[in-house]
């Protein structure tokens, strides 16, 4: 990782700051803000104090209600199974949020508090590589979408074939320009390609400045509505 730092008045000392979330560039964090008081007290109940509309996800909205966080699946409900799967897998090199209810659109979570987003330190970057080795350490038959039990639902023909489907319905144009330079490697080297995408394992598929937070010696791996199974370097990418 590289390692960008900042001047603290408080120490006098240059310090790692958070890495930057290249995603700002093209989505407003007011998109994430559409929520209203009864959505929450339908799932949860009533409840007193305020709420905190909180940033990272783009898919669904999260909101802090007290010690505990909703999450409201907006464009993909189904997805709620399998990241409930996930977060009750007994992880031990980082941290998720204890799942304490789930709905047909909802997952309710403890707020786990933490250090702040994830900087370009040494410490943070080891901490990423012990998740992801981790993460990375569930391999399956072939690439696909998963399911609420962890099962691939909808396989790919290839992880390489489906990756190259993906890159080219990019339309967006902050995005659309790089992923066909992407496209461009791939077909370049398309036998070594092929090959890398030939061992499936669990990607969390959306491992970015944005999910992860530093908490003590390990991180704390957020939103994970978009995992699947394919090649590892989709991760790392």
């Known amino acids: 990782m590289v390692r960008r730092h900042r001047w603290d008045p408080c120490y006098g000392w240059a310090v790692a700051a958070p890495l930057p979330n290249p995603e700002r560039r093209w989505t407003a964090r007011g998109e994430l803000q559409a929520v209203e008081r009864a959505e929450i007290v339908d799932r949860i109940g009533p409840f007193e104090g305020g709420l905190e509309v ?50 047909d659109d909802f997952l309710l979570l403890e707020y786990v508090p933490h250090d702040g987003p994830i900087t370009g330190s040494s410490a943070h970057g080891a901490a ?29 023909v290839s992880g390489y074939d489906a990756l190259m489907t993906y890159l080219e319905v990019i339309d967006h144009p902050a995005c659309a320009e790089a992923a066909a330079g992407v496209r461009a490697r791939l077909r370049a080297d398309e036998d070594r390609m092929r090959a890398a995408c030939a061992d499936p394992r669990l990607l969390h598929g959306d491992f ?5 937070f530093g908490c003590g010696d390990r991180l704390l791996v957020l939103d994970w509505e978009f995992a699947w199974a394919g090649p590892v370097w989709m991760d790392l990418a």
């Not at 909180?54 to 399998?82: C, H, I, M, Q, Y």
């Not at 970015?208 to 992860?212: D, F, M, P, R």
């Open 128 to 156: 990423a590589g012990r998740a992801l080795a981790e993460i990375h350490a569930t391999r399956f038959a072939g690439a696909g979408f998963l399911g609420g039990d962890g099962a691939v639902t909808e396989g790919f």
């Open 208 to 212: 970015k400045a944005s999910n992860l």
């Open 54 to 103: 909180l940033g990272g996800g783009l898919a669904n909205t999260s909101v802090r209600v007290g010690e505990r966080v909703l999450r409201l699946f907006r464009r993909d409900p189904g997805a709620v199974g399998k990241e409930a799967w996930l977060l009750r897998r007994p992880w031990t090199h980082f941290r998720t949020p204890r799942l304490l209810e789930a709905g």
